[in-house]
């Protein structure tokens, strides 16, 4: 049974924000809407998003207490990337990751993942991930290559 249910069994007063339509919308926060549909790990740092700029809700920078409603354009800067979404509907708890497609439409252009998934490579030319500080070996094979002598190739 849902809570408005609930609520109107008891005779509690009903949130003005539950519309009592056949699907159930509300008015919900950008950062927390942000944290139900999975773009964000915690509220916090979805909030902490909205604060620094990088959330804009129909092209306007938004802060994190800006109210979300459906058919809104949201654009949020992630990992160097503007990801581009469209609300279709406010979910009332966080959802799970099968079903946050029912809550947003993804528009975000596939230039826009191609120039993130160069911005990786680049990344891990420079040093493979996790293999972490130079060994003093490397680092002088590294400055004799950089003066333009050859490594040695003793192990």
């Known amino acids: 049974m849902h809570s ?19 699907n159930f919308s509300y008015i919900m926060r950008i950062d927390k809407y942000l944290w139900h549909i999975r773009y964000f790990k ?19 920078v ?9 058919l809104d354009k949201i654009i949020v800067r992630k990992n160097q990337i503007d990801l581009q979404l469209t609300v279709l509907d406010i979910p009332a708890n966080r959802v799970g990751a099968k079903l946050v497609d029912m809550y947003r439409k993804d528009t975000t252009p596939k230039e826009a993942y191609e120039h993130g998934e160069l911005l990786k490579k680049a990344k891990e030319h420079y040093r493979k991930q996790g293999t972490g500080r ?3 070996k490397d680092r002088r094979d590294i400055e004799g290559y ?10």
């Open 62 to 70: 938004a802060k994190p207490s800006r109210e979300v409603f459906n």
């Open 146 to 155: 950089l003066d333009g002598e050859l490594p040695s190739n003793t192990p």
């Open 42 to 60: 915690t509220r916090s740092i979805a909030s902490t998003a909205c604060k620094k700029g990088q959330v804009k809700i129909n092209d306007q």
């Open 4 to 22: 408005f249910l609930k609520a109107a069994r008891y005779n509690f007063p009903l949130l003005l924000s539950v519309s009592l339509t056949k």
């Open 134 to 136: 130079p060994t003093k």
